[in-house]
């Protein structure tokens, strides 16, 4: 057996690489992470193919709700080593593009379509019932019914793919843009522009490396000599306070953080959980993502060079979301006249995807929504499948979080991080960093932990 570890912490994906960190900065001891894959990161890992290309796992953009968050970025990147981009984002309905947020830019839809929108709105106004408690009735509540089936209601199918009226609505925080009836009014009239809302308007990307270089660098200050890649731990004996690995190994702990998915966390423990929390544990609800990217020789059409992301509500295509990931940074594409787009689709028990047939759908999707031509030459296809891509925020949620966590507390575990703490509107880079750095200080300074709870902005 291994000498005990003070700290454990399974998983280097953001939330145990900032643990990591943070524990080395304060001096606290001993620290080790285990990872099951081959590189730090998680889902903010990044790849190069064989072909030169940069690609992320999904369309990700740094920004931050946190000062603390912003330094540590800060010191891990010389001067202009991030670069720093206005968001430019679009959707596609039906035939048009809107600036998003939609329900701020009617402008861009026809003239009839737009009033007809203003005017669902204007009704929802009028309505005195109790607000709803199902997102589905709470997205028309709030945008009418004509926006609501415009756009809302079909991207949210397409981004989720989970049925809309399981999903409550205490995740929505500043995820969705609020509507001034006045202001859309007037701006419609002027044919005037409302594109800067969001923490997300503006955003940082690293110049070379994808969005995991941030995380390799974090490990690298974390202490490399404290990670193991490629460990599959097999269970979790909390009396004993040990981590079996499978292939053999044990590692004896004082302290541990799980980032893993809540389930499989549950699975992982000895003595096993009651049989309720493993049934609470077991209906936490997800859905995967499968990324495909394209890397194209020459130059993206006129439309495209500014733009960071699009998205598409419609049938016509099979992904939510489209990024065009070389205007994040030249070096995410090879030398000479290349650019690159990076697709997004979802699925669940509820709407299947048949991955192997995907990457030729998403071309037909590129074309029929008019971002590929005919004459556009793809030279690289890149596919990834987060198989935990977004945690459902589904109506029951926070009921079986409660009893999961009191559970794991009283096994002296803490399960923190977009699927440890399964909370959707805390799950970015920045709040899963600060789930990280909470942790840490709670354990060597006994600090509060605040962000996995669901503060947001905290």
């Known amino acids: 057996m291994s000498r005990r570890i003070p700290f454990l912490i399974l998983g280097a994906g953001p939330t145990g690489l900032s643990a990591a960190a943070r524990l080395a900065e304060c001096g606290a001891g001993e620290h080790l992470l285990v990872e099951k894959s081959d590189r730090v990161g998680g889902l903010a890992a990044s790849f190069r193919d064989a072909r030169?290309?940069?690609?992320?796992?999904?369309?990700?953009?740094?920004?931050?709700?946190?000062?603390?968050?912003?330094?540590?970025?800060?010191?891990?990147?010389?001067?202009?080593?991030?670069?720093?981009?206005?968001?430019?984002?679009?959707?596609?309905?039906?035939?048009?593009?809107?600036?998003?947020?939609?329900?701020?830019?009617?402008?861009?839809?026809?003239?009839g379509t737009a009033w007809a929108c203003v005017d669902g709105l204007?009704?929802?106004?009028?309505?005195?019932?109790?607000?709803?408690?199902?997102?589905?009735?709470?997205?028309?509540?709030?945008?009418?019914?004509?926006?609501?089936?415009?756009?809302?209601?079909?991207?949210?199918?397409?981004?989720?793919?989970?049925?809309?009226?399981?999903?409550?609505?205490?995740?929505?925080?500043?995820?969705?843009?609020?509507v001034d009836l006045e202001k859309i009014r007037e701006d419609l009239a002027l044919e005037r522009d409302d594109t800067g809302w969001g923490p997300n308007r503006t955003f940082r990307f690293p110049r070379s490396g994808g969005t995991g270089a941030i995380w390799e660098r974090l490990a690298a200050r974390a202490g490399r000599d404290r990670i193991r890649l490629n460990a599959?731990?097999?269970?979790?004996?909390?009396?004993?306070r040990v981590l079996r690995l499978a292939g053999g190994g044990e590692v004896p702990y004082d302290h541990v953080l799980s980032t893993l998915p809540l389930p499989s966390l549950c699975a992982l423990?000895?003595?096993?959980?009651?049989d309720s929390v493993r049934r609470l544990a077991?209906?936490?609800?997800?859905?995967?993502?499968?990324?495909?990217?394209?890397?194209?020789?020459?130059?993206?059409?006129?439309?495209?060079?500014?733009?960071?992301?699009?998205?598409?509500?419609?049938?016509?295509?099979?992904?939510?979301?489209?990024?065009?990931?070389s205007n994040y940074s030249p070096e995410n594409v090879p030398e000479g006249p290349y650019w690159s787009l990076l697709t997004?689709?979802?699925?669940?028990?509820?709407?299947?995807?048949?991955?192997?047939?995907?990457?030729?759908?998403?071309?037909?999707?590129?074309?029929?929504?008019?971002?590929?031509?005919?004459?556009?030459?793809?030279?690289?296809?890149?596919?990834?499948?987060?198989?935990?891509?977004?945690?459902?925020?589904?109506?029951?949620?926070?009921?079986?979080?409660?009893?999961?966590?009191?559970?794991?507390?009283?096994r002296g575990v803490q399960s923190r991080g977009r699927f440890g703490a399964w909370r959707y509107e805390v799950g970015n880079q920045d709040h899963s960093a600060m789930q990280g750095r909470e942790w840490a200080d709670r354990m060597v300074n006994g600090g509060q932990e605040r962000v996995y709870r669901g503060a947001a902005g905290a």
């Not at 599959?232 to 004993?240: A, G, I």
């Not at 423990?269 to 009651?274: A, E, G, I, M």
């Not at 192997?356 to 999707?365: D, K, N």
């Open 122 to 178: 204007q009704r929802e106004r009028e309505n005195r019932s109790a607000p709803p408690d199902r997102f589905d009735a709470w997205a028309v509540r709030a945008f009418g019914r004509e926006l609501a089936d415009l756009f809302m209601l079909p991207y949210n199918r397409k981004v989720w793919a989970w049925p809309l009226e399981r999903m409550g609505v205490d995740w929505i925080a500043d995820r969705v843009a609020g």
């Open 344 to 410: 997004e689709t979802s699925a669940s028990i509820h709407r299947p995807v048949d991955a192997e047939a995907l990457p030729r759908a998403v071309m037909r999707g590129c074309m029929a929504t008019g971002l590929l031509g005919e004459a556009d030459e793809a030279v690289s296809t890149w596919t990834w499948t987060a198989g935990h891509a977004y945690p459902i925020p589904a109506a029951d949620r926070d009921r079986r979080l409660e009893e999961i966590f009191a559970h794991l507390e009283r």
């Open 232 to 240: 599959l731990p097999e269970k979790l004996d909390t009396d004993r």
């Open 282 to 325: 077991a209906g936490l609800e997800y859905n995967t993502v499968h990324v495909v990217g394209i890397g194209l020789r020459g130059r993206p059409p006129e439309f495209l060079r500014g733009r960071s992301w699009m998205y598409f509500p419609g049938d016509e295509c099979p992904f939510y979301r489209v990024t065009v990931f």
């Open 269 to 274: 423990l000895l003595p096993s959980p009651p």
């Open 52 to 111: 030169g290309f940069t690609w992320d796992i999904g369309g990700h953009v740094l920004f931050s709700h946190y000062p603390v968050f912003d330094a540590l970025v800060n010191s891990l990147f010389a001067p202009g080593a991030m670069l720093e981009h206005t968001r430019s984002a679009w959707a596609r309905i039906g035939a048009h593009w809107v600036p998003y947020p939609v329900q701020r830019n009617l402008r861009h839809l026809p003239r």
